[in-house]
């Protein structure tokens, strides 16, 4: 059994199979879990909605507090870290973390960058000793997690290797702080070109489910938890 904590992160509500306004990153969270669940009814699914809900951005009593040890804590601290507290345990008991992070302004959304602030610290997601010397920090996530990146934008050719791949800063942007505390399995689907809103959307959103199918297929495969275990 394995637990998925699926993330959303557009400002659009509903899912663009529902609504032509809906969002194409929902879309595709969406497919994952509802195929999932075809292939894993038992396994549990969280969903935190930071599109709808997003975190409160870090602020100053939040890094003091962090930076404290948890043992020489006020009380004050310990409520300035709650909603991070119980961000870390959410992730912490995912072993497959599925975000829906749309591009916006080709980085990921303020509301996602807000969620990753709250997730990356220290002491709970990795650690810093500066006693260790060059490389003070070190991650504490635990080995075994996959993390899945849904993404969808305006243009196109945004994928590696492609003409704006340059400019695209979301998935790198995702995946550098979730290595940095210990997530380095990643995947990632794509929706391009939805402001063309033609046949070329239609395709993209088809190869991006059918890749979403795939996807689940392989990862819900009973010797890929063996390997992953
Ligand atoms: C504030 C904002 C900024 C955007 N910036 C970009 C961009 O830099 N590049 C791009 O290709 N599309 C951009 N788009 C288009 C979105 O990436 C596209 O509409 C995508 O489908 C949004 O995700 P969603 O469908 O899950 O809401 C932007 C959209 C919004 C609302």
């Known amino acids: 059994m394995r637990s998925i904590l699926r993330i959303d992160s557009s400002a659009r509500s509903g899912t663009s199979a529902e609504n032509r306004f809906g969002s194409h990153s929902r879309r595709l969270t969406d497919r994952f879990v509802a195929r999932w669940r075809s292939h894993c009814p038992d396994d549990p699914i969280v969903s935190r909605d930071v ?20 043992k020489d804590r006020e009380a004050w601290m310990g409520e300035a870290l709650a909603e991070s507290d119980e961000l870390v345990d959410e992730l912490l008991s995912a072993d497959i973390i599925v975000a829906g992070v749309p591009m916006y302004n080709f980085g990921m959304p303020a509301q996602f960058k807000a969620y990753i602030d709250n997730i990356v610290r220290v002491g709970r997601t990795f650690g810093f000793d500066r006693s260790r010397g060059d490389v003070p920090y070190w991650p504490l996530v635990p080995e075994g997690k996959t993390l899945v990146i849904l993404s969808a934008r305006g243009d196109y050719d945004y994928g590696p290797g492609r003409r704006l791949a340059h400019m695209n800063h979301v998935e790198p942007g995702v995946e550098t702080p979730f290595a940095y505390i210990g997530i380095t399995d990643v995947h990632r689907i794509a929706i391009e070109y939805d402001e063309f809103a033609d046949q070329r959307l239609r395709a993209s959103i088809a190869t991006a489910e ?9 990862l819900a495969r009973p010797e890929a938890h063996a390997t992953a275990a």
């Open 51 to 70: 599109g709808a809900s997003p975190p409160k951005p870090v602020s100053g009593d939040w890094i003091h507090a962090a930076f404290t040890p948890a």
């Open 210 to 218: 059918e890749a979403v199918d795939k996807l689940v297929r392989k």
